[in-house]
């Protein structure tokens, strides 16, 4: 293989490319200029730097990261910053500079509620084959689209705005009603760029079948994948509970019964507390039982789903007996890390563990094996594409000197540069979200146990208490706020 353009060595020699010291120094500089200078690999640094603070539960350190002091301190279009900052910061209590986090953030989002509504819209949002998605800002999924607004009505209720967890919770529900129809929009649109490809479709076809392999590493990821599950509908269990909690809490209870018997589908394993929660709203809205107290404990644990970056050699083929092998990059997702779940909550004297309502592994793995055959078509048709370009450039320019060589060591470069991966993510979403549904005592106190650490929390006044508690780290103190919810 040769070591700077990527090639079989052989092949590398065939095509004429030269590698002396002044042309690999030129190149080098080439290749640092694609690869770090794409809006893709600031992202991915920026990432890994943040997370050494946030992994380890140490909140504002992370959102100074982003944003310095205030945690705000970064371009306002740079999505993936907004939601990291956001999470952060939420974490660390400051639930008014999260709000703007998460107000950046959606307003960055591709996958918005009201205009993304088939595969027109994608297309015009700038799908590319040739390219990479690196080389351009990250425009998220359809299911962080949801988180956002979910996650935006708890701070709302975090500091007492009613009005506004309605408005969020609305706007989520919004999100998961178009959700069936924009992953479809999406696959389609994936694919859609077919019709551009034919003077390369045998090509492409006959690369693919290779990358298709059933005994290939395609294959054994996608199975790894599906392992994981996947939610009906791309539909968020949790998203749907807190919905109905917060009409609970506001005295809807026929709307809240509704939103928890959503809930109880679609989490598949029955969640005792989502359970309980629907039985109280259904006799409440029947008349046969005024609603207790209660308090709510949400737990959002670990640190969320990831993705890698897997390689592996694909033929590309020249004619019907000649090929060469390039290497084919793709994203691999990869299960969240828990931290220390289930929790224990003890309160009046009981003890009650909060059990798991949404996997995020899970909901992560519905949109992206929905949409992954056609991502790997992409990257083949790209791959392909780029290849017999690149080789149609080289059999040009082998003959016209210092510009030819340097232009025939270059191209292999700024190939390598759009086969790698896009492999950006919210990484700051949790493994888990948990949840238990207890009365509230009456001393006014709960005592939450993760980890081998115990947080004694004092109840704000009011019947409906909702307390979200945080863990990312094994033996670490979670984070614990509280406040009272329905006004």
């Known amino acids: 293989m040769d070591t700077l353009t990527g090639l079989p060595a052989a092949a590398a020699r065939g095509w004429g490319l030269r590698s002396g010291p002044t042309l690999r120094t030129a190149a080098a500089m080439a290749a640092a200029a694609l690869l770090w200078g794409c809006a893709g690999f600031s992202d991915i640094r920026q990432t890994e730097t943040f997370l050494t603070s946030y992994a380890a539960g140490d909140y504002d350190a992370a959102s100074a990261v982003i944003g310095g002091a205030t945690g705000l301190d970064y371009p306002e279009d740079q999505l993936l ?27 960055q989002l591709l996958w918005k509620s009201d205009s993304i509504a088939g ?14 998605d690196l080389m351009v800002s ?25 009005a506004r967890a309605r408005v969020e919770l609305n706007r989520a529900n919004q999100r998961q009603a178009n959700a ?27 690369s693919l079948d290779e990358a298709m392999d059933p005994d290939g590493p395609v294959a054994r990821r996608l199975r790894a994948v599906e392992s994981l599950g996947a939610y009906r509908d791309l539909r968020n269990p949790f998203t749907d509970w807190l919905h109905g909690a917060f009409r609970l809490a506001t005295g809807e209870t026929n709307r809240a019964s509704d939103l928890f018997r959503n809930a109880a589908v679609l989490d598949g394993r029955r969640n005792r507390h989502v359970l309980a929660d629907l039985v109280t709203a259904e006799q409440a809205a029947g008349g046969a039982a ?19 970056q897997f390689r592996f050699d694909l033929p590309v083929f020249l004619d019907r007996n000649r090929f060469l092998l390039v290497s084919l990059a793709l994203p691999d997702l990869r299960a969240g890390r828990p931290a220390s779940a289930p929790l224990r909550v003890r309160a009046g004297g009981e003890e009650y563990r909060t059990e798991t309502l949404l996997d ?18 992409k990257a083949v048709a790209g791959a392909v594409i780029r290849t017999l370009l690149q080789v149609a450039i080289q059999g040009e320019t082998r003959d016209t000197g210092v510009l030819g060589e340097i232009i025939g060591v270059v191209a292999p470069i700024a190939s390598a540069a759009v086969t790698q991966a896009d492999t950006r993510i919210w990484r700051a979403l949790p493994q888990s979200i948990g949840i238990a549904s207890l009365p509230r005592p009456s001393d006014g106190r709960i005592r939450v146990a993760a980890g081998g650490a115990e947080v004694d929390v004092a109840l704000p006044s009011g019947r409906f208490v909702l307390v979200q508690v945080k863990t990312v780290v094994r033996n670490a103190p979670p984070a ?5 919810i329905g006004g």
Do not use: C
């Open 81 to 107: 910053s907004s939601l990291h900052a956001a999470m952060a910061l939420r974490a660390a209590g400051r639930f008014p500079a999260s709000q703007t986090a998460f107000d950046r953030a959606e307003s």
């Open 290 to 308: 005024a609603v207790d107290d209660r308090v709510w404990v949400v737990h959002e644990d670990g640190t969320g789903p990831y993705l890698d």
């Open 138 to 162: 990250y425009r998220g999924t359809i299911y962080e689209g949801v988180m956002v607004n979910t996650y935006k009505a708890a701070n709302a209720l975090m500091i007492g705005d009613t």
């Open 360 to 377: 995020v592994d899970r909901y992560a793995a519905t949109e992206f094996r929905a949409g992954y055959d056609a991502v790997v078509g």
């Open 180 to 206: 069936v129809d924009q992953l479809a929009a999406k696959v389609q649109a994936l694919r859609a760029q077919e019709e551009d490809e034919e003077e390369y479709r045998e090509s492409i076809d006959r």
């Open 480 to 484: 614990v706020h509280a406040s009272a």
């Open 119 to 132: 595969v027109g819209d994608l297309l015009a949002a700038g799908l590319t084959v040739v390219g990479n």
